[in-house]
């Protein structure tokens, strides 16, 4: 599968799991993200990462841990999540420019018990 | 700060009828303005932004700047064009781009 990619899809989990999300993108693209997408509530940014280095944390709890590895993947680590995290987690990519367009990947679903 | 207002969130309308989704933003520079579009089972994808002036599937949309709007606009609405419909907004001039969604409308075409 070309574009971004997100594994897995599905992910159920309890308050005490730890668990990790994974997103890849073979655009060539420089900047990836990750977004929350709950029921009743805009599609929330959550993390930028632009090269690597992450420039911009929205205010997100400590129990989501991103890392970035390479201009190509990018995970999203969970541990001690609250039910109302239960939410569809997006990734994308685009390159640097405000006008560039963000590639989304198909979102994991995460619901936690 | 920035914000994005979508005050519908559902909308329908009779095939071939016009359709308009409204979108208002609050930015106190100078905006770069998107419609993304999610079809049903597929996944959130780019329609059209300002900087492009462009029409894509019959849809344009115009930066007010006067009435900080950036509605979404087609003549005679079609059946594939239902889903959902978001409109977002840009807030940095260099470097990533965050942006920033409304709530989204959901746009439902009756046959």
């Known amino acids: 599968e070309t574009g971004v990619t997100q594994t897995p899809r599905h992910l159920v989990m309890g308050m005490t799991n730890k668990k990790s999300l994974k997103c890849e993108q073979h655009?060539?693209?420089?900047?990836m993200y990750w977004y929350k997408q709950s029921a009743k509530k805009p599609l929330e940014l959550m993390f930028v990462?632009?090269?690597?280095?992450?420039?911009e944390n929205n205010s997100v709890p400590s129990r989501f841990s991103p890392e970035c590895p390479n201009s190509s993947h990018l995970f999203l680590h969970l541990h001690t999540l609250q039910p109302e995290d239960s939410a569809l987690y997006l990734c994308a990519s685009s390159g640097l420019a405000a006008t560039d367009t963000q590639y989304f990947g198909p979102g994991t679903r995460l619901t936690v018990l | 700060a920035q914000r994005v207002t979508q005050p519908e969130k559902l909308l329908s309308v009779f095939k071939g009828a016009p359709v308009e989704l409204k979108c208002n933003y609050s930015y106190s520079g100078s905006p770069e303005l998107f419609w993304y579009v999610q079809y049903s089972r597929q996944r959130l994808q780019l329609l059209l932004r300002h900087i492009s002036r462009e029409s894509i599937k019959g849809f344009t949309a115009d930066l007010n700047k006067g009435e900080t709007s950036f509605h979404l606009k087609k003549p005679f609405a079609q059946e594939e064009d239902s889903a959902m419909y978001y409109c977002a907004l840009s807030g940095r001039p260099t470097g990533a781009n965050n942006l920033f969604f409304g709530t989204g409308t959901r746009l439902t075409v009756i046959p």
């Open positions: 990462y632009n090269f690597k280095e992450q420039t």
């Open positions: 655009l060539g693209h420089n900047a």
